[in-house]
């Protein structure tokens, strides 16, 4: 193997097989919280138009696989009560949400393609990070960070 | 509360950010919910804003279908597609309405009014119009002078 190939294989090769690990295969209730393709931690979620409403999916933060997730759900614990679960949005960025647990205080922002069908949501995700400091200084954890550390 | 930005946000920023403290920042719920019209029972969700204090109602801000229901899977029909006027629309009927016979509009009538004027109608339309044999002797109870209009697709499986 080419010296490149064979550092990158010795690098890569440890944590492939520790995302692999974490895969939970494909599911159809929703509730997969890791990517059915590589394992890893969703970034972002995404509301795509469906209907007159919308499905949400979640995008993984190292393959960016889309795949579709349940609403009112916690990606982190699994949480499905109503009264525990909500969103945070601001009127000066309208299409990104922030989707938060209150059970384990984690946080995961959403962009909601309803709103506008030209966000792209990795990028959206990144651009709004006011929102990140609004939840961190208001005891949320996120629960990936993004590729600027937030 | 100034806190350090993460490394590189100046370079990938371009413009000048919002800061957190700008954002009217307001919180919001998702609620499941039945659609109250058919016997289908689509699914919906339920927007409301509030903070969750007691003795507070929250606002409905938006209804739109489910997209976990099993039976609409996100897509009502045109009657729950209209459930969110039915809580917000300030058009919305409070009351029952009625149009006399020969008048060119409605007026309101109270729910006692109305169900007891409907009762005295049924019960005389029907008394008038009853069939109780057809003619070759069967017994089939039918009641020819009222039909109904309204209603969803069939269902009924």
């Not at chain 1, 295969?25 to 138009?49: A, E, F, H, I, Q």
């Not at chain 1, 309208?94 to 938060?100: G, I």
């Not at chain 2, 903070?51 to 606002?59: I, L, R």
């Not at chain 2, 119009?129 to 017994?139: L, M, P, R, V, Y």
């Amino acid at each position: 193997m080419l010296t490149e190939r064979y550092l990158a294989w010795l690098f890569l090769q440890p944590h492939a097989e520790c995302l692999a690990g974490r895969r939970r295969g494909v599911s159809s209730d929703g509730k997969l919280t890791r990517c059915p393709s590589c394992g890893s931690n969703p970034l972002v979620g995404v509301l795509r138009p469906e209907g007159d409403g919308a499905r949400k999916s979640l995008i993984c933060m190292l393959c960016a696989h889309e795949w579709a997730f349940r609403r009112i759900y916690c990606p982190s614990c699994g949480e499905e009560r109503e009264s525990h679960m909500a969103f945070y949005s601001a009127p000066e960025i309208p299409h990104v949400r922030v989707d938060v647990c209150d059970t384990c205080h984690t946080y995961l922002k959403s962009v909601d393609l309803t709103k506008t069908g030209l966000a792209v949501p990795v990028v959206d995700e990144l651009a709004a990070l006011p929102l990140d400091l609004w939840a961190r200084e208001n005891g949320y954890q996120k629960l990936q960070m993004n590729v600027v550390g937030m | 509360m100034a806190r350090p930005l993460p490394p590189f946000s100046d370079l990938i920023f371009s413009q000048p950010t919002l800061s957190s403290g700008e954002l009217k920042i307001a919180r919001a719920k998702e609620t499941r919910s039945t659609c109250a019209y058919c016997a289908a029972g689509c699914g919906v969700l339920i927007y409301t804003i509030g903070d969750g204090a007691k003795n507070v109602t929250p606002q409905v801000i938006h209804v739109e279908g489910d997209p976990d229901h099993p039976t609409n899977r996100d897509t009502p029909c045109p009657k729950g597609a209209s459930l969110e006027q039915d809580i917000l629309n300030p058009r919305r009927l409070l009351t029952p309405q009625v149009r006399r016979p020969g008048a060119t509009d409605w007026q309101d009538i109270s729910w006692d009014d109305a169900l007891s004027e409907i009762a005295r109608w049924t019960k005389k339309t029907r008394d008038a119009t009853f069939i109780e044999k057809d003619s070759s002797g069967h017994t089939v109870n039918r009641c020819e002078g009222i039909s109904f209009i309204g209603g969803c697709t069939a269902i009924e499986w």
